[in-house]
């Protein structure tokens, strides 16, 4: 880890540091240093359960500010999803439908329309307007659905 960090420091990138140990190594390297201290564990001779635990809290609060701040969620749906198989055209049909209240027909429709792009397809809904125009709504809008919405 403390490699990787001096490397991407090298190169330039912000960095960032996820502990649960106070004046860690890593933190001291990263640009961006998080601790959550969770003391000593309840068992002696385990380790790494509450501070495992505690990381992994914090990594899952990063990445869901992260998706936000990226224009990747509209309400409380991950809609950034373009299907390539049957999977995940059955999710961007459980993502568009209680986005907008549709039933799974109307669902169905813009998605293929949108060729499967589930934010595409929901602004479509939204706006009434053709692919090619909520496309370009979304490209004016930096990505962001909300913003293109309104």
């Given at each position: 880890m403390i490699g990787?960090?001096?490397?991407?420091?090298?190169?330039?990138?912000?960095?960032?540091?996820?502990?649960?140990?106070?004046?860690?190594?890593?933190?001291?390297?990263?640009?961006?240093?998080i601790?959550?201290?969770?003391?000593?564990e309840a068992l002696?001779g385990s380790?790494?359960?509450?501070?495992?635990?505690?990381?992994?809290?914090?990594?899952?609060?990063?990445?869901t500010?992260?998706m936000s701040?990226?224009?990747?969620i509209?309400?409380?749906?991950i809609?950034?999803?373009?299907?390539?198989?049957?999977?995940?055209?059955?999710?961007?049909?459980?993502?568009?439908?209680?986005?907008?209240?549709c039933p799974?027909?109307?669902?169905?429709?813009?998605?293929?329309?949108?060729?499967?792009?589930?934010?595409?397809a929901?602004?479509m809904?939204?706006?009434?307007?053709?692919?090619?125009?909520?496309?370009?709504?979304?490209?004016?809008?930096?990505?962001?659905?909300?913003?293109?919405?309104?």
């Amino acid at each position: 880890m403390i490699g990787g960090l001096n490397y991407a420091n090298k190169l330039g990138c912000t960095t960032a540091s996820v502990t649960c140990i106070p004046g860690a190594i890593s933190s001291q390297i990263a640009d961006i240093a998080i601790c959550a201290f969770v003391g000593p564990e309840a068992l002696t001779g385990s380790i790494r359960m509450k501070s495992g635990i505690a990381q992994k809290f914090m990594l899952n609060m990063l990445s869901t500010a992260s998706m936000s701040h990226w224009g990747k969620i509209y309400q409380n749906l991950i809609v950034d999803v373009n299907a390539s198989n049957d999977k995940l055209y059955a999710r961007a049909s459980k993502i568009v439908m209680p986005a907008e209240n549709c039933p799974h027909h109307v669902a169905k429709s813009a998605l293929e329309q949108a060729n499967y792009n589930a934010k595409l397809a929901i602004l479509m809904i939204l706006t009434g307007k053709d692919a090619k125009t909520a496309q370009q709504l979304l490209d004016n809008n930096n990505g962001f659905l909300r913003q293109a919405i309104g």
